[in-house]
């Protein structure tokens, strides 16, 4: 058995998870998909920083005492998955980024999107863009996932990746659907520039929710 800890993105909660757990659980898998502060059922909560987020998780792994963790990040995921990491790496089995923003030690998530500028105050919530059919994203997922989906906090892209780094295996796995200008975009360049090895899935970005049955067999490749 395997202990799978799965952190959602920017303006989605615990429940985008939803359609990839069952692959997990049904492989005999532990699994966990908690909504960060200011996301899904805990969107009123009010969010600090990346730190807010960072305790988030590590309280509810050393809650539930959980060790050899795979833990999973997805999108803006990626980020507090990595800090956690590098909070308590003797907790992590392995760290996997899913379609992930990753910045190094001291850089902030917002120096990963290409063309940023004018950035707005840190107290600012970044509303949610309205999902639209179209790609992988059928009409059913979108009625169902955009009620669901609320603003983000902007105060955690401001604050940069704590260090140092800790040595956790790590893998990438990219959607080869994400459109063009994703902060994922400026990571798997990156990892090419780097000569780092990754892995494609033929889905877009919310691949958790348009491709579950591939993401969960990338996760248990691991």
């Known amino acids: ?17 939803r359609r990839v757990r069952p692959y997990l659980i049904d492989a005999g898998h532990d699994v966990y998909a908690p909504s960060l502060s200011g996301a899904g059922e805990r969107a009123a909560v009010p969010v600090a920083g990346l730190s807010t987020w960072v305790d988030d998780v590590v309280g509810l792994i050393e ?19 990595r800090a956690v990491a590098d909070a308590v790496p003797h907790r992590i089995r392995h760290l996997v980024h899913v379609d992930g923003a990753v910045p190094d030690v001291g850089e902030r998530a ?6 940023a500028a004018g950035l707005p105050p840190r107290d600012t919530l970044i509303p949610s863009r309205a999902p639209v059919v179209g ?12 009620p669901r989906l609320t603003p983000t906090p902007f105060a955690p892209s401001l ?10 295996p790590e893998t990438y796995v990219f959607c080869a659907r ?11 360049a990156r990892l090419d520039e780097r000569g780092t ?7 877009g970005h919310d691949a958790p929710l348009t491709a579950p049955a591939l993401v969960a067999a990338s996760l248990m490749q691991i």
């Open 178 to 188: 994400t459109p063009a200008g994703y902060p994922s975009e400026t990571t798997r």
């Open 110 to 115: 917002v120096d990963l999107t290409p063309g």
């Open 197 to 203: 090895p990754y892995a494609l899935i033929d889905a």
């Open 63 to 81: 809650t539930e005492d959980l060790h050899d963790v795979v833990l999973v990040g997805h999108s803006q995921g990626s980020l507090v998955a």
């Open 1 to 17: 058995m395997t202990v799978f800890l799965l952190v959602h993105g920017a303006f989605r909660g615990g429940w985008s998870w």
């Open 159 to 168: 604050d940069p990746r704590p260090g140092p780094a800790a040595e956790v």
């Open 135 to 146: 790609g992988d994203l059928d009409a059913e997922t979108v009625a169902w996932m955009a």
